[in-house]
């Protein structure tokens, strides 16, 4: 059993690849699994798009005025 245990998870590549067979062989099995798992993942991620797009537009201005004395 632990020559099997070793096989199939004994190193991150290995694991990642058993994870990923067993993940589309149950998307097969459930189709609507996928999409449900998707439109949450969307749902959780949309409130932090707002803040993050903020974030990314205060680094680029303090970074072009930085720029801006250079020239």
Do not use: C
């Not at 994870?19 to 993942?41: H, K, Q, T």
């Not at 949309?46 to 797009?53: R, V, W």
């Amino acid at each position: 059993m632990n020559q099997w245990l070793r096989f199939f998870f004994g190193t991150p590549r290995s694991f990642l690849a058993t994870f990923a067979v067993v993940g589309l062989i149950i998307v097969l099995i459930f189709p609507g699994l996928l999409r449900m798992a998707a439109e949450r993942l969307v749902g959780e991620l949309t409130p932090l798009l707002g803040p993050a797009l903020a974030v990314v537009i205060v680094f680029a201005g303090i970074r072009m005025i930085l720029r801006a004395g250079r020239g």
